[in-house]
């Protein structure tokens, strides 16, 4: 079925540093991928996203591209901050077309944390 | 516009007890979703429900049942809550038409004894 794998973690950073996480996923059809980040005590906040091959989604200077040769979904960031530490949860919607009804398969999540 | 709202936000219960969480969107969004995080293992899709009127199970539906109210309104029930289901539960919607983006809500985190 399909399934989404990030990297293991807790990540640990200094500010400034540059930040990968991997993210690779198995799917039936074309799905769309996302990450999502959920600060401390809160709900999951959209991060960016891509819906096809190709395509990169970006957002407050995280970067991933949709690589369907290598299936995969990387996070990166030139220059992490303080402020960046929070979970990062890779997702892919199905890729069985319209009866998938946008459910979202979620990866197991990455700890970050950013020091001063 | 406050989005997804999920009440309460902490809830512990006795195993056995019975709670329904509740959750609302003002999105006029069709479908929406109720899914638990577990640590180590993301989030799980519950139950979700494409339209009013329709609901469909998820990947770990078993000891909950859902209730689409009407079109903002999706709830979930333990009708007998077992320590297994120590979670902290996430209420989504989906935009429409479809781009697939899921808004979540701020959770409810549920401890059974």
């Known amino acids: 079925g399909d399934s989404v794998t990030q990297m293991e973690g807790p990540v640990t950073l200094s500010e400034e540093a540059f930040l990968t996480i991997n993210c690779t996923y198995t799917a039936t059809g074309y799905p769309s991928l996302f990450w999502y980040v959920q600060y401390p005590g809160e709900g999951l906040q959209l991060l960016l996203k891509?819906?096809?091959?190709?395509d990169k989604g970006s957002n407050k200077g995280f970067e991933a591209t949709y690589r369907k040769e290598t299936t995969s979904f990387h996070l990166e960031k030139g220059s992490v901050q303080v402020s960046d530490s929070a979970v990062y949860f890779c997702?892919?919607?199905?890729?069985?077309?319209?009866?998938?009804?946008?459910?979202?398969?979620f990866g197991q999540g990455t700890i970050l944390t950013v020091h001063p | 516009n406050a989005g997804v709202t999920q009440t309460p936000k902490f809830q512990v219960l006795k195993t056995g007890q019975s709670m329904t969480l509740q959750c609302a969107q003002d999105m006029n969004h069709n479908s929406m979703y109720w899914y638990r995080q577990d640590p180590g293992m993301g989030l799980r899709l519950i139950y979700y429900?494409?339209?009013?009127?329709?609901?469909d199970k998820g990947e770990v539906p078993n000891g909950y049942n859902v209730s689409r109210l009407n079109k903002r309104e999706f709830s979930l029930r333990l009708e007998s809550a077992a320590p297994s289901q120590t979670s902290v539960y996430f209420c989504?919607?989906?935009?429409?038409?479809?781009?697939?983006?899921?808004?979540f809500g701020p959770g409810t985190r549920l401890t059974v004894l």
């Open positions: 989504a919607s989906r935009t429409e038409p479809s781009t697939d983006t899921q808004y």
């Open positions: 997702a892919q919607t199905g890729g069985a077309g319209g009866t998938s009804y946008g459910k979202l398969t």
């Open positions: 429900s494409a339209s009013e009127g329709t609901t």
């Open positions: 891509a819906t096809k091959a190709d």
